[in-house]
Nanobody
Framework: EVQLVESGGALVQAGGSLRLSCAAS????????IAWFRRAPGKEREGVGC????????YYQDSVKGRFTISSDNAKGLVYLQMSSLKPEDTAVFYC???????????????????WGQGTQVTVSS
């Protein structure tokens, strides 16, 4: 059974940094794309970063490029989202998601991901 557990969410001031972790179990790293999504109050779920755990390729939503970095530690079964220069508009529940069959053109389609974590709250104060 695939399980994803996020951690690291917190209250942080604007301009600050935070690192989220996604602990993945029950899947084989190298076979999955793992992405971070977020859902802000009243907004649609938005993909922010995705990593191909096979070759390490990373992809970012334009709104976070240069501020967020996604990485993985395949040996430990962890995927990280390092966030810096945080803005109040980054406030959201952040989720990690995984799927073995994500195509490049669909990495931001949340409905194409099979497995989801429970989410972790990130709040950025102004």
């Amino acid at each position: 059974e695939v399980q994803l557990v996020e951690s690291g969410g917190a209250l942080v001031q604007a301009g600050g940094s935070l690192r989220l972790s996604c602990a993945a179990s029950g899947l084989t790293f190298g076979d999955y794309a793992i992405a971070w999504f977020r859902r802000a109050p009243g907004k649609e779920r938005e993909g922010v970063g995705c990593i191909n755990t096979n070759d390490g390729s990373t992809y970012y939503q334009d709104s976070v490029k240069g501020r967020f970095t996604i990485s993985s530690d395949n040996a430990k079964g962890l995927v990280y989202l390092q966030m810096s220069s945080l803005k109040p508009e980054d406030t959201a529940v952040f989720y990690c998601a995984a799927d073995p069959n994500i195509l490049l053109f669909s990495i931001w389609n949340y409905y194409d991901y099979t497995y989801w974590g429970q989410g972790t709250q990130v709040t950025v104060s102004s």
